[in-house]
Structures are given as C-alpha cells and as structure tokens.
C-alpha cells in the first residue's frame, strides 16, 4: 500500500536523525539552487553548466526530501516529484519559457541522488 490513509499524519513530525537529516537536505538544497541562479562570473562551461542545471538537480532532490520528511513513502515521494518535474518543464512550452529536454536528465539525476542518499539515510538508523 502506497498511502495508509488510516492513520493520521502527524505534524510537525517526530524529529528523529532520520527526520532531522530529510530537512537538513532539503534547505540545503535551496539554498544551493539559489546559489545556482546568481549572475555567471567567469561564463566557463562549468559555470555554465551549474547555472543552467542546477536547479534542474536540486529541487527534485530537495522536493525528495522535503515529502519523505512529511512521512511519505519513498516511491509515492518519487512518483509526485517526478510527475511535478514533468508538468514543470512541459508547462514551459505553453508560456514561452525555455524547452530543453536535457532538463529531464537533470530532474531524474536530482530523484537518484535523493533516492540513493534517502536509503542510506534509513538503513544507518535501521541498523
């Protein structure tokens, strides 16, 4: 079951490590996405790279986090992110936003890294 609709969520929730660390990520990741938005300084394809993708990255992972910190399962937390990052960039074609595909790579890149740091995250305080 993907959802127990049973039981109540609970909030804020019990901060556990588990839990303390999910919202740890997430601000960390917008404050880093806010970071990849300044004015490019040197224009280097590095650079340039981070300012046109980062934010590609970090807010999939952070929206990860902050769902799984709400006490959502991590395929449900997947499922919406991934849905949300689709609608996103497909709703840029209709109000005259910018149309790069490369940007799904960078949302699935994003949805990795959380799902990998996530499992992490829950097999150390399951161990």
């Known amino acids: 079951m993907l959802v ?9 929730p019990e ?12 601000l ?3 404050v880093l996405g806010e970071i990849s938005k300044m004015d490019l300084v040197t224009g280097s394809p590095l650079e340039l790279s981070i300012h046109n993708y980062g ?3 970090l807010y999939p992972l952070g929206l ?10 991590q395929i449900t937390s997947i499922m ?10 497909i709703s840029d074609t209709f109000d005259g936003g910018v ?4 940007d799904f790579l ?10 990998l740091i996530d499992s992490r995250i829950s097999k150390k305080n399951t161990l």
Do not use: H, W
């Open 4 to 12: 127990n609709y049973g039981q109540q969520m609970k909030f804020p």
């Open 15 to 26: 901060l556990t490590k588990e839990k303390t660390s999910q919202a740890g990520i997430f």
């Open 28 to 30: 960390g990741t917008v």
């Open 55 to 57: 934010t590609d990255v």
């Open 64 to 73: 990860y986090f902050f769902t799984r910190y709400l006490g959502i399962s």
């Open 80 to 89: 919406t992110v991934a849905t949300l990052s689709i609608l996103s960039e």
């Open 99 to 102: 149309y790069d595909p490369r």
């Open 106 to 115: 960078a949302y699935g890149l994003g949805l990795g890294i959380g799902y």
